[in-house]
């Protein structure tokens, strides 16, 4: 098992640029999320989701859209960049049985 | 605010010694988790207990839960370098997992 796969490990945009985190799992988790970690706040809820098909917003979600068309993926889609969108970026599955997640190695996003 | 907040942000100690890191949280929950994460990684699941728990081991990790007091404590016993890096509880609140929250997290440094 892969576990959680992120891509890319790094990223700079440019202010208004657009573009999509990927993530994928291989474990058959129904609920995966999407989290930011900047310094001092700890993970923040970005968008969740609880199946294919079905999302939902969490704690940060303006400037964010996620889609879930299949168990496996759960991509970020960042709109029009901002600075403010710099950050570290996690993509994690739940295993509903345990309650347990499982967290991808991140991304690192920085937006000029 | 954070649901979970760790005490203290930063603890360093000397190989061999014993951590504590505390977690405080404000709502009910159905269980806590901690998870460790190591510099520039994502996070790791360590321990859950659940809220009709009182006391969990594993390994070298225990883990005391409070719901009176709404707090719960993660004791690493005879720490080693390898134990260096940030801790961190994580509450998912009554009503769904999707409402986990984390904590800003304490970071341990484990001096040889």
């Known amino acids: 098992n892969a576990g959680v796969t992120q891509t890319p490990k790094f990223q700079v945009l440019k202010t208004g640029q657009s573009m999509t985190l990927q993530c994928a799992q291989d474990?058959?988790?129904?609920?995966m999320s999407w989290y930011r970690q900047d310094p001092g706040m700890g993970l923040r809820l970005i968008h969740y989701s609880v199946g294919a098909g079905i999302t939902d917003q969490g704690e940060v979600p303006n400037g964010y859209n996620v889609s879930r068309s299949t168990t496996e993926d759960f991509p970020l889609r960042l709109l029009s960049a901002a600075p403010s969108q710099t950050s570290v970026y996690f993509c994690?599955?739940?295993?509903?049985?345990?309650?347990?997640?499982?967290f991808g190695p991140g991304t690192r996003l920085t937006v000029l | 605010s954070q649901q979970g907040e760790e005490d203290p942000q930063a603890l360093s100690i000397q190989e061999g010694e014993n951590a504590t890191m505390n977690c405080s949280y404000k709502?009910?929950?159905?269980?806590l988790q901690w998870y460790r994460q190591n510099s520039g990684r994502g996070l790791v699941h360590l321990i859950l207990i659940r809220s009709n728990e009182r006391e969990k081991h594993s390994g070298r990790l225990r883990v005391t839960l409070d719901t009176s007091k709404k707090s719960s404590s993660l004791l690493i016993t005879a720490s080693r370098a390898a134990d260096t890096a940030s801790y961190f509880c994580?509450?998912?609140?009554?009503?769904?997992?999707?409402?986990?929250?984390f904590g800003t997290g304490t970071k341990l440094q484990v001096i040889p």
């Open positions: 474990m058959n988790h129904e609920y």
């Open positions: 994690a599955s739940l295993d509903g049985t345990t309650d347990t997640q499982y």
């Open positions: 709502t009910s929950i159905n269980n």
């Open positions: 994580a509450t998912p609140r009554r009503g769904g997992y999707q409402k986990v929250t």
